[in-house]
């Protein structure tokens, strides 16, 4: 996870995993907390492209020997607005809360 200390990005970096190419949610987060998650601090991340938008989108590592089930929970969440399912990924422990994206609902 050197992408988060080391390296000089002009936006917070997108991180996918290839289990269909999902994003993890991590926005609800600050850098240290996500590097407080066992093992995150040794994964490897490898630079795909960077967005108009300036976020520089990696892909996790094959070389990787940490289990990703053991950093990342999985959910099925309902968008209402799109009106289909869909998987978010969020660091383990952390959970994002799905109503903070739905506009006139509480967090």
């Known amino acids: 996870m050197s992408i988060l200390t ?4 002009r936006d917070g970096p997108a991180l996918m995993l290839f289990t ?3 994003p993890v949610q991590y926005s609800h987060l600050t850098y240290m907390q996500l590097l407080t998650i066992p093992k995150m601090a040794e994964t490897q ?3 795909y492209y960077e967005t108009s938008e300036w976020v520089p989108v990696f892909h ?4 990787n020997k ?10 099925e969440v309902c968008d209402v607005l799109m009106q289909r399912e869909e998987t978010w990924i969020t660091p383990k422990g952390y959970p ?6 739905i506009p006139g609902e509480a967090n």
């Open 6 to 9: 080391e390296l000089e990005l």
């Open 20 to 22: 269909g190419s999902y």
């Open 45 to 47: 991340w490898t630079y």
């Open 60 to 63: 996790w590592a094959a070389c």
């Open 66 to 75: 940490v289990c990703i089930d053991n950093l990342f929970d999985h959910i």
């Open 96 to 101: 994002r809360n799905y109503n903070s994206l």
